[in-house]
């Protein structure tokens, strides 16, 4: 279970300095910073999957990786199963699965190699890993390429292996961003499958994407987001109820024009 | 134990790359002692000359100076009959040298005056060129001979010409070549570690952050800094293989060659081979947290080949600084990292004694340069700028 009230969090804006020591205090002023997540608070619930709804560049990510406690917000409060993100980071990570946007897995490595890894470095023994990996290998359907090389993998095989890496310490609470991009429609179809059976096996699971579809078809609960605001939370349905509208797409044009004025001045 | 699972995975990944294993295991270890070392030794052949060897010598006319050739056969050279068209042929490389006795030779020399003698050479032939040096060197063995036997012949004594007595002491080309070689060695093994590690350390650092697998890694339940030290663990492996590799090849590669090619200064035994690398071995981990920490900084491997290719000129920079400019060792230059042990394996190389005080300031300095180092890595690796 995810909580996360009045994340606030900013970045110095783009096109500075190339890289600088960690030595320096940050000294920027407020208004050169860029504002990407300002004031997210939604919760999501185990045995329910929760839909991150936004466009490109509305904060999901960055939500995210506070959530993974990758970055650490500047202001609000989260928790992952009652673990706070700023103080308790390592029991955070042991209860979180987390497949990033783009995940990467090792080239060199084979799919097994790369999720036995994982399983490794979450504190499993040689033996204890080696059963996750395989059951993992059976749940995600992968026996077909699992002692092969990721190298040339297609996108479909490389989300199942960095989804299998996420899955390996067997998390409570799941969060995955944007796991469909690159995937055809069966990969989708079936990538859904395995989510929803998470789900109904009682984790909690956090969904970001920008597709409005893929969000209806399958998230329980959805939370709006736009301008590093939740615009609107609530089910499909309560949201369709809410702004009168009867697709999603729609909706989501409404909730979020409703948030404009007060950003955007 | 998080640390050693990154280690051991760094190390396989890295083991299934052709290209970090070609300069872990080839490049440092084998083709630059070949190409340095070998290039060498051979130039060493090349200027020594064995005035015990039998060589012959063609001689034009060699029946004008019977006692000039009875001289040269005394001195291992055997007149051979010089070829028909002497200056083509010693161009084109037929004989290296001719020897052409003019016909006024044997009159001028009777009549006491300065006999002409030609040497037909061929400058531009190595060869040819350390073929006319001994013939110089035993001519001039001879007209010593006679210029004392015509000074007695006028009742002076000949010592009288020579108002200095010079003794050269070795300065031959051979004993410059061996410190050239003692201040070579130290720069194979400097090389050939920090390019075993290269490619390892992008590989881990830079190339995680390219591939993206780097935010996965961070998010799982583990400490960073069993992360950054797994990886620093991979490279320094990586890093003391090929300085290994490096020490046993320089052995062979001159286990191959006469050691008396190099004067004499330089004992190429097993001992000396382990001592330098012993007092070489403080870089070992210098090295590993330089190369680790200066791609900690960058985004792609791209931009850390960039940065540590400009890197490259720390450890060239000691090896020209010492040839350019004779630093001596003192206690002040122990402590910096790369210049006191080039200038410690030179010492070594050479068999002079060195004191403990040096080396221990070596090691000392050189150990202090990698804690630093390595705190500045796992600070690097705390910046939440690492996932852009």
Do not use: W
Not at chain 1, 219 to 246: F, K, P
Not at chain 2, 57 to 71: D, K, Q
Request: hydrophobic share 45%; proline share 4%.
């Amino acid at each position: 279970m995810i909580v996360a009230e009045d994340l606030h969090r900013s970045f110095k804006r783009p096109g500075g300095r190339a890289f600088r020591l960690p030595f320096g205090k940050s000294d920027a002023k407020a208004d050169s910073r860029v504002v990407a997540v300002n004031s997210v608070s939604f919760t999501a619930d185990d045995g329910r999957i929760t839909g991150l709804l936004g466009p490109n560049g509305a904060g999901k990510s960055t939500t995210l990786r506070m959530l993974a406690t990758l970055i650490r917000p500047e202001r609000g409060s989260a928790s992952v199963d009652g673990h706070d993100v700023t103080r308790d980071v390592l029991a955070v990570r042991q209860h979180l699965g987390f497949m990033p946007h783009n995940a990467g897995i090792y080239p060199r490595l084979s799919a097994r190699e790369n999720i036995h890894y994982y399983a490794r470095l979450c504190g499993l023994d040689k033996q204890q890993a080696e059963q996750r990996v395989g059951q993992l290998i059976e749940q995600l359907d992968m026996k077909g390429f699992a002692d092969r090389r990721a190298t040339g993998f297609s996108q479909g095989q490389k989300t199942k292996v960095a989804l299998a890496r996420a899955l390996a310490h067997q998390p409570q609470t799941i969060m995955l961003d944007e796991p469909t991009n690159g995937l055809d429609v069966m990969a989708t179809r079936g990538l859904r499958e395995i989510i929803r059976q998470l789900a109904a096996d009682g984790h909690c699971i956090v969904f970001s994407s920008h597709i409005m579809q893929e969000v209806a078809a399958l998230c329980d609960h959805i939370a709006i987001i736009s301008d590093g605001s939740i615009a609107m939370q609530d089910s499909l349905a309560g949201i369709l109820e809410r702004t009168g509208e009867n697709d999603l797409e729609d909706a989501f044009v409404k909730a979020t024009l409703s948030l404009q004025p007060e950003t955007d001045r | 134990m998080s640390l050693f699972i990154v280690m051991f995975k760094e190390i396989v990944d890295n083991l299934r790359d052709r290209q970090t294993v070609f300069y872990a295991l080839l490049f440092g270890p084998i083709l630059l002692p070949l190409l340095l070392g070998g290039s060498l030794v051979a130039s060493f052949k090349q200027l020594s000359i064995d005035f015990d060897e039998v060589t012959s010598l063609s001689v034009l006319h060699a029946e004008r100076a019977p006692r000039l050739m009875e001289f040269l056969h005394g001195h291992n050279i055997d007149v051979t009959e010089a070829p028909e068209n002497v200056q083509a042929s010693v161009r084109r490389g037929d004989v290296l040298v001719v020897l052409e006795i003019p016909e006024d030779f044997a009159d001028q020399l009777r009549a006491g005056r300065p006999a002409p003698l030609t040497l037909h050479v061929n400058s531009a032939d190595k060869e040819s060129g350390k073929a006319a040096r001994r013939v110089q060197a035993i001519l001039s063995v001879y007209e010593r001979t006679l210029n004392n036997l015509r000074l007695q012949h006028r009742g002076i004594d000949p010592s009288t010409f020579d108002s200095l007595n010079l003794v050269e002491n070795d300065v031959s080309s051979d004993g410059s070549s061996g410190q050239l070689l003692a201040s070579i060695l130290p720069f194979l093994f400097i090389m050939s570690m920090v390019m075993g590690g290269f490619y390892l350390a992008i590989d881990t650092t830079a190339g995680e952050r390219e591939r993206q697998s780097l935010e996965p890694l961070l998010s799982l339940p583990l400490k960073r800094s069993a992360v950054v030290f797994g990886k620093y663990g991979a490279t320094l492996c990586f890093v003391t293989l090929s300085g290994v590799l490096t020490a046993v090849s320089i052995y062979t590669l001159f286990r191959l060659f006469p050691i008396e090619l190099m004067g004499g200064q330089i004992r190429f035994d097993g001992r000396t081979l382990v001592r330098a690398f012993l007092l070489a071995s403080p870089l070992l981990p210098f090295i590993s947290a330089l190369l680790i920490t200066v791609s900690a900084v960058t985004r792609s491997t791209k931009e850390a080949q960039t940065y540590l290719g400009l890197m490259m000129m720390v450890p060239m920079a000691p090896f020209f600084l010492l040839q350019f400019l004779s630093i001596r060792s003192t206690t002040m230059s122990m402590p910096i990292p790369m210049l006191s042990q080039y200038q410690l394996l030179e010492s070594a190389v050479l068999g002079d004694s060195i004191p403990i005080l040096h080396i221990l300031l070596s090691a000392g300095g050189t150990l202090a340069a990698t804690a630093l180092l390595l705190t500045l890595a796992s600070r690097l690796y705390q910046r939440e700028r690492l996932l852009d």
